[in-house]
């Protein structure tokens, strides 16, 4: 790699790493603000708040790697020209495409980048992010064992506990279920207790009353019982154990296992072909955005009122990409046959990438023609 190659290069990063700091902290504030509010509402330490954020920051990087470096390119290739760096390397003979050349580069260093977190990273936290939260959720005293407090852990429910002694007793039991449109039920108990079972958390309440107030007639109904189990695994509103999502899954498994997989998750082949091939177009769309970024400011040479319009038209560009990615997913989740359609925005995006070098490397051609 020669000496302008390697500053080039370190031109592009050291902006890449800005950028993709800045917009990690946005997106991550937006989530984080979010995360720590139920987190907290729950009864978590913020030990656990920190884990979730660190657990979530793969999926958050995945989504700026592409802005990061399209804003990267633009931003360096900007300075660049309003400081006749790159005029200066044409005048010595250098062409657009040897110009490009530590941009490919920088595009396939951040597709690497890319392409790490997409197949090893996101898939390992996804996975590890969704233990934790079953643990959180199986761990029912973080929701439910709040004194002296009115909580709802779900929709048409109030619970209430006066005391909680030291060995772990609930006293005051008010358990109030509201949840069927017919009928209400209260429940309240001098005594109750916490139990695990193999269908999930049960409530064990001694000494207490039974209320159903039924709207068909006005009618209320009491019974007194010495003890009564309630199942609140309803409550904690969790997906089954054992059940998976598709970004949980490695790459080569979605390959691999289209149809088993599609089979346990009562997803479509399309779906998980999608999944899969998603992951190995982004690596190239990196490679892409760098290189529509660049060649978009290099047809326009320099200019004592800058490049704002080759700006504009590379940003309109790479909606066009982003567009013509999202119209794909449909049509591939249908059939999974169409998977090759995944790499359309990237071929699409190298297409206008090369005619857009071709364009810089002679203007003069295309200057005589628009006379003639």
């Known amino acids: 790699m020669s000496r302008f190659d390697r500053y080039l290069l370190s031109q592009f990063l050291v902006l890449f790493g800005f950028f993709a700091l800045v917009l990690v902290a946005v997106y991550w504030v937006n989530r984080a603000v979010i995360l720590f509010d139920r987190l907290i509402a729950d009864g978590q330490p913020a030990s656990v708040f920190i884990e979730f954020t660190a657990l979530s920051l793969p999926k958050v990087i995945q989504l700026v790697l592409p802005m990061a470096t399209f804003a990267a390119t633009v ?53 590890e992010l969704t233990k934790r939260q079953k643990e959180i959720a199986e761990n029912v005293t973080s929701r439910l064992l709040t004194e ?71 009618r209320l109904y009491t019974t007194r019982f010495s003890d009564f189990s309630y199942d609140i695994s309803a409550l904690l509103d969790e997906r089954p154990l054992g059940i998976q999502r598709l970004d949980e899954f490695g790459t080569l498994e979605l390959l691999r296992s289209a149809e088993k997989i599609a089979a346990d998750l009562d997803e479509t082949v399309g779906a998980v072909m999608e999944e899969a091939h998603t992951r190995i177009a982004l690596p190239l769309l990196c490679v892409v955005v760098a290189l529509i970024g660049f060649a978009t400011l290099l047809v326009g040479g320099y200019s004592r009122f800058g490049v704002w319009r080759q700006i504009a038209v590379a940003f309109v560009l790479l909606v066009v990409l982003e567009g013509t990615k999202s119209s794909m ?20 995006g190298f297409g206008i990438a090369l005619s857009l070098l071709t364009l810089a490397a002679h203007p003069l051609r295309l200057r005589r023609r628009a006379v003639t």
Not at 96 to 104: G, I, K, M
Not at 329 to 348: C, F, K, Q
């Open 148 to 218: 002296g407090t009115f909580i709802h852990p779900a929709d048409g429910v109030t619970f209430y506990i006066r005391e909680i002694t030291p060995t772990g007793v609930l006293k005051d039991i008010y358990l109030s279920d509201r949840r069927q449109d017919t009928q209400a039920t209260t429940y309240t108990a001098a005594e109750a207790y916490l139990v695990k079972s193999e269908t999930g958390p049960k409530l064990i309440m001694v000494d207490g009353l039974a209320q159903v107030h039924v709207e068909d007639g006005e």
């Open 75 to 127: 931003y360096a290739t900007n300075r660049l020209t309003s400081e006749s760096e790159l005029t200066v390397m044409q005048a010595t003979g250098f062409s657009p495409w040897r110009l490009s050349r530590p941009v490919a580069y920088f595009g396939i260093l951040v597709g690497l980048m890319m392409a790490i977190l997409t197949n090893v990273l996101v898939p390992a936290s996804v996975t």
């Open 329 to 348: 997913i449909d049509p591939v989740r249908g059939n999974g046959d169409l998977w090759p359609l995944i790499y359309l925005s990237p071929a699409l």
